[in-house]
Nanobody
Framework: VQVVESGGGLVQAGGSLTVSCVFS????????MGWFRQSVGKEREFVAQ????????DYADSVKGRFTISRDNVKNTVKLQMDNLKPGDTAVYYC?????????????????WGRGTQVTVSS
């Protein structure tokens, strides 16, 4: 299984950005997909996840109401739409494939990780 992120970049505070992830090497619908992020000097943290059938979705409290995760089980892609971005959202964003546990967002449930894409929000 391989996951590859794209779509990071520089955006002003209050702006929007979408990061995407392409999955290959397995049966996409069998995997939950998650987004995690890591800022400089901080631990990697959970952002959002979506179950294989798309019916289960969870967000970190810090992004709830601003970020939207979605998946396309035909195109084998997952996206994270980020609106009303804040400087605190600046991080490397990682896509991961794994097992869905409602409300959990635990890194150890995700076996396959991408290399990340940088998102920078300027004030």
């Amino acid at each position: 299984v391989q996951v590859v992120e794209s779509g990071g970049g520089l955006v002003q505070a209050g702006g929007s950005l979408t990061v995407s992830c392409v999955f290959s090497g397995g049966t996409f619908r069998n995997y939950a997909m998650g987004w995690f992020r890591q800022s400089v000097g901080k631990e990697r943290e959970f952002v959002a996840q979506i179950s294989g059938d798309g019916l289960g979705i969870d967000y970190a409290d810090s992004v709830k109401g601003r970020f939207t995760i979605s998946r396309d089980n035909v195109k084998n892609t997952v996206k994270l739409q980020m609106d009303n971005l804040k400087p605190g959202d600046t991080a490397v964003y990682y896509c991961a494939a794994g097992v869905y546990a409602s409300g959990a967002g635990l890194e150890n449930l995700y076996a396959y990780w991408g290399r990340g894409t940088q998102v920078t929000v300027s004030s």
